[in-house]
Antibody, heavy 118, light 106 residues
Framework: QVQLVQSGAEVKKPGSSVNISCRTS????????VSWVRQAPGQGLEWMGR????????DYAKMFQGRVTMTADKSTNTAYMELRSLKPEDTAVYFC???????????WGQGTQVTVSS | ILLTQSPGTLSLSPGERATLSCRAS???????LAWYHQKPGQAPRLLIY???NRATGIPDRFSGSGSGTDFTLVISRLEPEDFGVFYC?????????FGPGTRVDL
């Protein structure tokens, strides 16, 4: 059974960066994309972008371009999402999900709480 | 592609039928439209992909339909565990946008 396990909660200062990991176990990693989605408190889901590990290709949502970097380590089946120049409005739960071209995003990681506060 | 969902909130009782709508601002490529269910404090769970295909392990009381710009999720008989928020997402054209969600209160 495929599982995505994310790194733990983070508390960051404004202007700093956060790096979240997402490790895939129990299934293929490289041949699927990994999407990143965030959810601000009490709000809906916001797609941030994705990476296709086997190709090293990334696709970022416009509002995050220049501030986000998604990478993947095929040797450890782990995807990473770095978000820089953090602002208080980046406070959210960040999810990773395995994405297939036809099937959509399934399964999802458990989420990582990122709190940005001075 | 902007997605709108209606209604914003549904207040129903177990055993009742729920009909949720998702409308896209332009045609969704290959009907790559998914529905997710999210309970408080949990990650979303895929219910339907490709507009009408149930994901693995999803009970048959969930059904999806539609094509182009108009999509529907029907829950034929609500169970107590079906409360929460339902989101649609188009994944045919980047960015893979989500709708704002429909909250189902039981």
């Amino acid at each position: 059974q495929v599982q995505l396990v994310q790194s733990g909660a983070e508390v960051k200062k404004p202007g700093s960066s956060v790096n979240i990991s997402c490790r895939t176990s129990g299934g293929s990693f490289s041949t699927y994309a990994v999407s990143w989605v965030r959810q601000a408190p009490g709000q809906g889901l916001e797609w941030m972008g994705r990476i296709v590990p086997i190709l090293g290709v990334t696709d970022y949502a416009k509002m995050f371009q220049g501030r986000v970097t998604m990478t993947a380590d095929k040797s450890t089946n782990t995807a990473y999402m770095e978000l820089r120049s953090l602002k208080p409005e980046d406070t959210a739960v960040y999810f990773c999900a395995r994405e297939a071209a036809v099937v959509g995003s399934d399964p999802w990681g458990q989420g990582t709480q990122v709190t940005v506060s001075s | 592609i902007l997605l709108t969902q209606s209604p914003g909130t549904l207040s129903l009782s177990p055993g009742e039928r729920a009909t949720l709508s998702c409308r896209a601002s332009q045609s969704v490529f290959s009907d790559y439209l998914a529905w997710y269910h999210q309970k408080p404090g949990q990650a979303p769970r895929l219910l339907i992909y490709g507009a009408s295909n149930r994901a693995t392990g999803i009970p048959d009381r969930f059904s999806g339909s539609g094509s182009g710009t108009d999509f529907t999720l029907v829950i034929s008989r609500l169970e107590p565990e079906d409360f929460g928020v339902f989101y649609c997402q188009q994944y045919g054209h980047s960015p893979f946008t989500f709708g704002p969600g429909t909250r189902v209160d039981l």
